[in-house]
């Protein structure tokens, strides 16, 4: 299934496809940010819902602001330290014998660590920085960029 919507007299369709932690967190906020000022556009049971919306996009924008000030603070010199530095520390830990529930809790912990600095990684070769929030739809390659994203021209 797919999503599609209008911003900014682009429709943007956002497919099936899987998407990266900051990636999904600025569609969804650019998704619902469009859904809330275009209320006649949505159903009504959207309508209805129109507070707890406003909410969820206030609470995403809150964690995005998390997530760019964490991503500005570091450089690509940095993230590459901080991986070794997981490595380092969770294999000293995993020799350690542990009961295997312990291990599986640390070993995802790692890697959801280590997806989030290769993703870092990845959005550092063409950005130095994230965009405040109040200006993410103003950045065509960042929303491009952002996950799966087909942009057809009307």
Request: glycine content about 6%.
């Amino acid at each position: 299934m797919a999503v599609s919507g209008k911003y900014y007299g682009i429709d943007i369709v956002i497919g099936n496809s899987r998407q990266s932690g900051i990636a999904s967190l600025i569609l969804d906020i650019l998704v619902l940010k469009r859904r809330l000022q275009t209320p006649e556009d949505q159903s009504e049971y959207f309508r209805m819902g129109s507070q707890g919306h406003a909410r969820r996009l206030t609470q995403l924008m809150s964690q995005y602001n998390t997530v760019k000030d964490d991503f500005n603070s570091m450089t690509v010199d940095d993230i590459i330290e901080l991986r070794g530095e997981i490595c380092e520390k969770n294999h000293r830990v995993l020799v350690k014998s542990m009961p295997v529930i312990a291990r599986l809790i640390i070993e995802r912990t790692r890697e959801r660590n280590m997806e989030r600095l290769e993703e870092y990684v990845h959005v550092k070769s063409f950005r130095d920085e994230l965009p405040m929030v109040e200006v993410l739809g103003d950045d065509p390659e960042l929303v491009m960029w952002a996950g799966s994203i087909t942009i057809q021209l009307n």
